[in-house]
């Protein structure tokens, strides 16, 4: 039983390890697409979500720019009201 969660779990490990380092290509290569001068002051209220809607064309991945705001403004947790961010000019 123990062999069989130790499977799963490095089963889960490689695969999110795989995802995450596969995504940063495409992720430096929407932040080299955009002119990143726009800045932004967060209301209460926002999301990464919805300012990625607000942001991006139909086609876009919205965790395509999520993942690019949060690497350009070097967020890791949550935003925070009157945070000043900087988005991509479209």
Do not use: C, H
């Given at each position: ?32 697409q ?57």
């Amino acid at each position: 039983m123990k062999t069989l969660s130790s499977l799963i779990i490095g089963f889960f490990l490689f695969v999110g390890s795989f995802l995450w380092f596969g995504s940063q290509p495409v992720v430096e290569s929407y932040i080299n697409q955009y002119e990143w001068d726009n800045t932004y002051y967060v209301e209460r209220g926002d999301t990464l979500w919805d300012l990625a809607e607000n942001i991006s064309s139909a086609e876009e991945d919205y965790r395509i720019v999520i993942a690019a705001i949060k690497k350009v403004n070097k967020i890791d947790s949550y935003l925070k009201v009157n945070q000043k961010i900087i988005l991509p000019k479209n």
